[in-house]
């Protein structure tokens, strides 16, 4: 190599780190490995994780600016934590939801929602006796569902209860939201019919929490492929240590569930991350669980429904 082409590419180099310093950008090494609070591992995922990917579910946990109202808090899971997290996978949208412990406190959820900006969405958490100008205030600072967690241990008061399902869901309907549950697939089948009656868009956590050995063969399934029939209802990809047992590396029954939603109804599927995994004594690869992905969808097409044209249909990104 010549003296003049070791000077050119010199110059060039220069130039360019010149360049992106006065932008106030640091080069990042996408190869690199990174660690990251509330997740194992430290590598990238193999999958090719198109821009404007979503992560449409996972929490922020803040204690000092906001202390939570019940037990539960997870440390390092704030706003700075989470960044990390999606440098390392390669996302760039997100969705927060209000975690259990901060019962209907949605602070540091619109807080969260402020910091990422406008590529940021939220799911709170509220009582029947909620104001509409609470609600309007709550829209206003990006909130675009409501979450009813009644899968809880015996030995824990649920912040929700399930006679609150059906005013909160009108009333979501009227702001064009969805209503999000976290429950046991025996409840679900235990109020299908409410659930055939409601107005507002649905959501699933965890793909319906159906559990082992049944998994597609509990009637949960049947009702939650009726209601995405119906065209109004979405399950989120997301992996729970609580109703996924075999768990990694092959997490074959999440595998199975997943197939099948992907299979009966691409266009009603989100990811999410489940991120910084409250409960979890070992806290799974992040990484690992969106490679899923390549086993769930096989297809870059599939993948990039899943992870940028739904998110932004069901949450309002914009296209």
Known sequence: MTAHNIGRRRFLRTAGLTALAATGLRRVDLTAQSAVPNSSG??????????????????????????????????????????????????????????????????????????FGSNARGVAVVHPSVSDA?????????????????????????????????????????????????????????????????????????MGRLPMPLGLAHPAFTIIRRLMDKGRTWVKLSVSSGNFGDGPPAYAHATSLAQAYVQAAPERLVWGSNWPHHGESNRPNDAV???????????????????????????????
């Not at 409501?146 to 399930?162: G, H, K, N």
């Not at 086993?295 to 990104?317: C, D, M, Q, T």
Request: hydrophobic share 45%; aromatic share 6%.
């Open 134 to 206: 609470e609600l309007k205030a709550l829209a206003a600072g990006g909130i675009t569902g409501i979450r009813f967690a009644l899968a809880v241990p015996p030995t824990s008061v649920p912040a929700t209860t399930l006679d609150m399902v059906v005013p909160l869901a009108r009333r979501a309907a009227d702001l064009g939201w969805h209503v999000q549950f976290n429950m046991d697939p025996d409840q679900l089948v235990a109020v299908e019919s409410m659930f055939m009656r409601l107005p507002a868009t649905l959501v699933f956590d965890h």
């Open 289 to 319: 669980l969106l490679d899923l992905l390549g086993k769930w969808a096989p297809s870059s097409a599939l993948r990039h429904r899943i992870l940028v044209e739904n998110p932004a249909a069901l949450y309002g990104f914009a296209s």
């Open 42 to 115: 430290t590598e990238r995922p193999t999958l090719d994780v198109p821009p404007l990917a979503s992560d449409c579910h996972h929490h922020i946990y803040d204690a000092v600016r906001f202390p939570p109202l019940a037990r539960g808090l997870e440390p390092d899971a704030r706003v700075q934590e989470y960044r990390l997290l999606q440098r390392r996978l390669g996302t760039t949208r997100n969705v927060i939801v209000t975690p259990a412990p901060y019962v209907t406190d949605n602070r540091v959820t619109l807080d969260a929602i402020a910091q």
